[in-house]
């Protein structure tokens, strides 16, 4: 039989082999790319490109233009060094990877957004009874929370309601906890509840994780630009 000749088949243009290490000429003194050093491939790839920008500016419009713009500027420093976001998964879902994006005291960099970094499943009355702070700190309620005060049914550690104030307003939440699942309904009350005047929440998964993201928009305003946000975290 015979042999098979082998080809030296070309990499495409721009391509770099896993194994490549690409090191800058001294005479390249671009940003980035001072004398001496060396990139290798991962380095490469979570490198900020030009299309890397324009989707990065893109995205920050489109966040702003459905109602939560962020707090401070963002910029590839924040998105590089947040462990949920990264330069790969920004790619692939920039809207929610930049609402997730959070200021080094672990504020949301976004406003009137919560990211649930911990993805866990609020089994417990105390678990959940957690959600009311949070909630109404993402919403920007904070001040104007408080008062909560928790009632379990008799004989029972998982079923109860907890009553809270928000301003003016008296919130009774009934729950009954799932022991793998919670209470979805119960976390959906309490975000509505701790709702700053005039807004209501939406809640969306983060892309290709079960974290859940809550917003908070305008009762009654026109949400196309933010259904771009909820399609992309549906």
């Given at each position: 039989m015979a042999k098979k000749k082998r080809t030296n088949k070309k990499r495409p243009a721009g391509q770099v082999s896993p194994a490549q290490r690409i090191t800058t000429s001294s005479n390249?003194?671009?940003?980035?790319h001072q004398a001496g050093v060396t990139l290798t491939a991962e380095t490469v790839d979570t490198?900020?490109?030009?299309?890397?920008?324009?989707?990065?500016?893109?995205?920050l419009a489109t966040l702003t233009d459905a109602g939560f713009p962020p707090r401070r500027e963002v910029t590839f420093e924040d998105v590089v060094a947040d462990s949920a976001c990264g330069m790969s998964r920004f790619r692939r879902y920039p809207l929610v990877s930049l609402l997730g994006l959070r200021d080094l005291d672990e504020e949301q960099l976004f406003e009137r957004v919560y990211y649930d970094h911990s993805a866990v499943q609020r089994t417990t009355p105390e678990e959940i009874l957690e959600l009311v702070p949070a909630?109404?700190?993402?919403?920007?309620?904070?001040?104007?929370?408080?008062?909560?005060?928790l009632m379990l049914d008799p004989g029972s550690t998982t079923s109860g309601s907890f009553r809270f104030t928000n301003g003016d307003r008296v919130n009774d939440v009934a729950f009954d906890l799932d022991a793998d699942f919670g209470d979805e309904d119960a976390e959906m009350q309490i975000a509505t509840d701790v709702s700053p005047e005039g807004y209501e929440p939406h809640v969306l998964f983060a892309g290709d994780t079960a974290r859940p993201v809550v917003l908070w928009a305008p009762r009654g305003a026109d949400l196309s630009a933010l259904d771009v946000v909820l399609e992309e975290g549906a």
């Open positions: 390249d003194q671009s940003p980035g490198t900020p490109g030009a299309d890397d920008t324009r989707l990065l500016t893109e995205s909630y109404a700190r993402a919403a920007g309620t904070a001040d104007q929370v408080g008062d909560v005060n």
